[in-house]
């Protein structure tokens, strides 16, 4: 068994008990990214110096007696939307291709304060816009199940780092999937956490009501201790909650006995693959099995939450994006004759046709006459989808569902049409319009050996009782595998 | 024919806080570019605003103080459009609920009082600034960018009971008693010359009567009262000329040129801006209680008009006089409190205006940093009043006190000051000085009258400015006489 | 339905340039104003927007002045920069 191959908290216990030091796991990391990074391509910026720089501190500040945080030594990808000080953060796009941050995200100073070892900066669909990590501008992931695929997106690149055991977790972001999604493919567990519970700042922003950052780990319990690091109230994000955050671990228990399950209608109809179907089943029958209620129910409105998503996220991602033009960072064009040229010409060599194309619907939902019929119409089925789902959680404990429609799927079959509604996200995004806690577990795998991804959701700020129902499922059932991909394990 | 002119009135105004509105920059005036910036100021990518309580407070006190209804729920919103110097490019402000609305700010105008009617009072964040430089190009500074930014619009037309605009001197006293105002309360410094008060006068005419509005034109770049003035009074003078020659009014912006004293055009508005307002998602609503608003009101301090009257009233002085005493709020107070003390406010009123003011404006420092005191000004009258000195010696001995901080009376003392009113030695000097100019003397026995000016001036002299004037007056005319 | 003329309106405001994917465009946004058409059916009369998922009032920060960054620091990532400020080409004006 390789050091690698390990979760993030059986290197903690090895670094605790002095089995291994920090800079040995750092170097079995390093190792493995420099063996498997050309076949997965998960990150767009390798900090294999920096990471072996923060292990070796961590191992001196063990030497010294110093009491460790939790996690200290344990090496996590960080999805390349996040800002990071002294490290290229290009968001997968061209107009960032040499920016260099002079400022950490929170959730990047909070891995530094918890010792945590940077592996890199992981690839992801341009701003976090797509779910496959086919519309990065520099090169697509590949999923580590099946080379040929993709790893999902927007967060694709953490996904196939932590399943590729090229770190051991991870930080993606979640807009309207773009972590539970990517992790569905990849067979690992994401965790999109109550909007506000971590601080978006230094997040690159796509769309600010939506974004949020979460783990992307090999079990639940390793995503219990990353949600421990990055959750907590940040002056600098005014939409932060001031909840405190609670120790997530003691959440995982395996009693949940008399917990009541909701898995409504419109999550198991349209479009949902039969293995897919199968596997969320069997999942329902297990937590029967392990004494919990499960009930089919009606969200009447949550099927809105598709329109309401693709109107509300470029509305917001456009006046966002403003800020790229070419004056203060990133990309400038040659073309640049005054400052209207040097706007147009800039952006457009900038940006991919998805961003572009989101700008463009946004700039049209918030313009003078559309804006009641587009943007303010959307906002309030947005609070009717809300609606759905305060009813639903007055009555039940948690949601289950499938994360994705289908698995994944290869690269290049669904590029055509760039930009067009998918039915993909239909799972996802209603907890991001709700702002609701919501991860994805391995559940099974499909005919062709890909994993199927379990959606549980709960209720804002009930983070504990959806990890502990993921726990529970977790501990009594055996899909965590590792990938057979080409040149795996075995 | 008769044209009346319908002016809006724009204000912004940059608050003194210590910090910026949505980060924790100083806030300052000029200094070395964007060395007062940080992620949040500068827009990178990733940073996100936090809204400053203070500003927040001094915004309410100032829509308060306008007599503004108050929005008890804020929201801000975003503004988007494209220039070098909004880092973000949209800019973080108010939409549909200002903090203050439907208010109004009294004025005087040819000695009546108008109620000139405050449609809202908002805020928002100033942009950097661009320094224009050879080849065209521009720098861009950020230190000012994130600034907090108070907009104050006039509401044109006035609802009934309120009043517009009319003329530049209205104009001018509009934007004068809104600086004072917002002086008197601490919030900003009102700089128009260092930007910190930018006013945007909207001008059109239309005919005497008529109830239709003509096409405005908006003026920007106007850096003092007196240019408010000027540009006004010719933006009006303009249009009526151009519709007297059968011109049509453009809607357009347009500068006030100070080298050839007229408006230039800035530039053509042909359609609406569009703004794309929407909700800032980064920023949660402020829900301001009753009870918070009623504490920042009761912040509010003796406001100028207020203040003017009572000094009238309580203290009968003149219109005038109390107008000049309470423009600044550290001189109306320091009148205040001498007036408050001493037998005669009138007096120390005109002591102050005359003396006190010459002295501090000499010195060129505010009169808080210039160590005179009220008790001061007391001491002086006092020693006046009683006859210990006269008026002369008085300006003497308050000019020493301001330069040095010593006593009256030790300056009385050292410089042998006092007044005499001893009869025998005046008379020794009156008898003194005729001797010496006769033919003054005869001058003026032969009609002269206006020599007596001449022999008090002598005998002052003689006696180093000491005699009581009084006695040495009636001295001359019996030994003249 | 926009038209390709409404495209370059919008490109405009949003400072892109569509070129000759214009059409295509043309056609991609109107199918997806078309899927946004089921909202406009909903009666929400009596239904209030949601502008933050979770419903959060006054939130502060003190007016206390925190350390700037430094004037490299700030324009370390400007394509082009002198003395200390961005340069940025002829200003123009569009609305």
Redesign the interface.
Known sequence: MELYELTAHELAELIRTRKASAAEIARSFAGRIAEKEDAVKAYITVTEDKMLQAAEETDRLAAAGELLPPLAGVPCAVKDNMSTAGVRTTAASRILENYVPVYNATAVEKLEENLIPMTGKANLDEFAMGSSCENSAFFPTRNPWDLSRVPGGSSGGSAAAVAADECAFALGSDTGGSIRQPASFCGIVGVKPTYGRVSRYGLLAFASSLDQIGPMTKDVEDAALALNVICGRDVMDSTSLSAEAPDFTKALTTEIKGMKIAVPREFMEKGIAEDTKGAVLAAMKHYEELGAVVEYVSMPNVGYGLPVYYIIAPAECSSNLARYDGVKYGHRSPLSRDTFSMYKKSRTEGFGPEVKQRIMIGTYALSAGYYDAYYLKAQKVRTLVKNDFEKIFSEYDVIISPTAPDTAFGIGEQTDDPYTMKLADICTIPANLAGIPAMSLPCGFDGKGLPIGLQIMAPALGEEVMLRAAYAFEQTSDFRKKPAFPGGNK | MKYDAVIGMEVHVELS???KMF????VDFGG????????VC???????????????EFMLKAALALNCKINYEN?FH?K?Y???DL????QTSQYDSPIGYNGYLEINSGGKTKKIAILRVHMEEDTGK??H?EG???????NRSGTPLMEIVTRVPAPEGYDIIENAEEAREYVQRLRQLLVYLKISDCRMEEGSMRCEPNISVRPAGSDRLGTKTELKNLNSFRVVHLATDYEIKRQIACLEEGEKIVQETRRWDDARDETTIM?TK?????Y????E???????LSEEYVEEVRSQIPELPIPKRDRFVKDYSLPLTDAEVLVDDPSLADFFDRTAAMVKNPKAAANWIMTELLKLVNESGRPLAECGIKPEDVKAVLELMDSGKINRNAAKQVFAEMFATGKAAEAIVKEKGLEQVSDTSSIEECVDRILAANPKEVQRFRDGEAKLMGFFTGQVMREMKGKANPAVVGKILKEKLG | MLTKQDIEAIAHLSRLEVGEDAEKLTEQINKLLDDFASLQAIDTSEIKPTSHAVPMYNVFREDEVRPSLSPEDVIKNGPDTMDDAFVVPRIVDTD
């Not at chain 2, 500068?42 to 927040?56: E, I, Q, Y």
């Not at chain 2, 880092?87 to 949209?90: L, V």
Request: proline content about 13%; some cysteine.
């Open positions: 806080t210590r910090s980060c924790g920059c100083r070395e570019p964007n060395t007062r910036c940080c992620p500068t827009g990178m990518p990733g940073s996100l605003p936090s809204v400053n309580r203070r500003a927040v929201y975003r988007n494209y220039y070098p880092p973000k490019n949209f661009l320094l430089v065209g190009k521009s720098l861009v500074d950020y530039r042909e359609s609406a801006q569009e794309r307002y929407f909700p998602p980064d920023l949660v609503p402020i829900r």
